[in-house]
């Protein structure tokens, strides 16, 4: 599809140096019967350049594309309005080449909301990046806590502040479909306090789109999913939300397993291969229930989450099932998970992930710190940037 759209908009663009071509009488066109003077004639080269320039960025994948695609497309459409009897067809290419352009800067606004809020959430995060997990940090966590802890290696190193990730994914939207859909999802995580940024692109075809964002901070969730970020498909906030977005991020503590020593965090043994941790954040509390194999590996992670946000939502149990498990980055983490909600009507497995790379406390969170520092520090300046 960027290859298709890329060679449409050159071709557009070589069409318009006929109009260069007679205007300097270098070739007879019978098919133009407009006179075109020599200035306009330099329009029609100009418009041609910018948007073929347009194309060929466009399929390079470099962003700012779309400053030459505007540019060349709006004097395209005035030489085309001005010559309309020769040149009309051209509108419809154009308003092809209007509808991708509005939907990349919508993209990119999209984009620097995320970047902002990252950087809000590190830069309010505290780092103790020099502190070392000691063995006599465990000793109070039940057994099985412990052994699972002393199982990912986190004792005699750095405590974990950041966290940064990739994922590839495979999603159902809803529990009748059949068909997996592909995704790629990024996240970036704070220990304290705790909090994360999701994010997620997922094609459900190729014309749509769909963008997603997941963001847990100061006790408070919030989903927003747009369709080539432009349309809000999703966007929910509330008690609920917090709740559910609060045991997300307790499940997801096995890729960062430091953060289990957190005070915010309550455990509480069940039986030799299970735990149950309570976290309180802001007010905001939920549980999740840890069950572990008898190598200390983690098996699964249940919570009873609100499924949806609406005023009769009910919670149902929600399952994180551990694939695979291996040494990623310097710890023995949870690399392929699946989560299944168990329905009225039974289960409906919706997602299926794996981490491809994950990163503490250094690269990977530059990567992020760099983009979120440089943009917008400030709340008030971070508030500034939303979509319309």
């Known amino acids: 599809m960027r290859i298709a759209f890329a060679l449409l908009i050159i071709i557009h663009g070589l069409v318009h140096f006929p109009g ?9 066109i019978k098919e133009l019967s407009a006179v075109i003077s020599r200035p306009v004639g330099i329009l029609w080269l100009m418009a041609g350049l910018l948007l073929i320039s347009a194309g060929i960025l466009f399929w390079q994948k ?8 505007i540019t060349g497309l709006v004097i395209s459409q005035i030489l ?4 309309w009897a020769d040149a009309k067809w051209g509108t419809v290419p154009n308003i092809v080449l209007l509808i991708t352009i509005i939907t990349a800067v919508s993209a990119q606004l999209f984009d620097r909301k995320i970047d902002s809020e990252r950087s809000l959430l590190y830069n309010r995060s505290e780092v103790k990046n020099a502190e070392i997990v000691q063995q006599e940090d465990l000793k109070d ?7 699972w802890l002393e199982n990912t290696g986190i004792t005699d190193n750095e405590k974990i502040s950041t966290v940064w990730l990739k994922q590839q994914a495979k999603m159902k939207l809803k529990p009748e479909q059949t068909k997996w859909l592909e995704a790629t999802a990024e996240q970036f995580f704070t220990v304290n306090p705790p909090g994360f940024i999701w994010t997620v692109d997922l094609n459900m075809s190729p014309l749509i789109k769909i963008k997603g964002r997941d963001k847990f901070e100061n006790g408070k969730g919030q989903m927003l999913i747009k369709m080539n970020s432009l349309f ?24 960062f397993p430091s953060a289990a020593l957190s005070p915010a965090i309550k455990w509480e043994k069940l039986d030799d291969f299970s735990a149950r941790a309570t976290l309180d954040v802001a007010g905001t509390t ?11 590996d983690l098996e699964k992670f249940t919570a009873f989450r609100f499924r949806g946000n609406e005023p009769g939502a009910k919670r149902h149990e929600w399952i994180i099932t551990v694939k695979e498990t291996k040494n990623l980055n310097g710890y023995r983490i949870p690399v392929k998970m ?32 760099d983009l979120r520092t440089s943009s917008l520090s400030t709340e008030s300046k971070a508030q500034a940037v939303q979509m319309p």
């Open 62 to 69: 470099i962003n700012f594309w779309w400053v030459a695609g």
């Open 338 to 369: 699946e989560s299944t909600w168990m329905l009225e009507d039974g289960p409906w497995t919706w997602l299926d992930l794996e981490v491809t790379e994950i990163e503490y406390n250094g690269p990977g969170i530059s990567k992020v710190a």
């Open 141 to 147: 966590l039940p057994e099985p806590v412990q052994k």
């Open 20 to 28: 260069f071509t007679k205007a300097f009488q270098l070739v007879q």
């Open 286 to 296: 939920g549980s999740g229930t840890f069950y572990f194999d008898e190598n200390g």
């Open 80 to 83: 085309i309005i001005s010559f």
């Open 232 to 255: 809000n498909v999703v966007n929910e906030s509330g008690e609920k939300i917090d709740e559910g977005t609060l045991q997300r991020y307790l499940g997801e503590i096995v890729w």
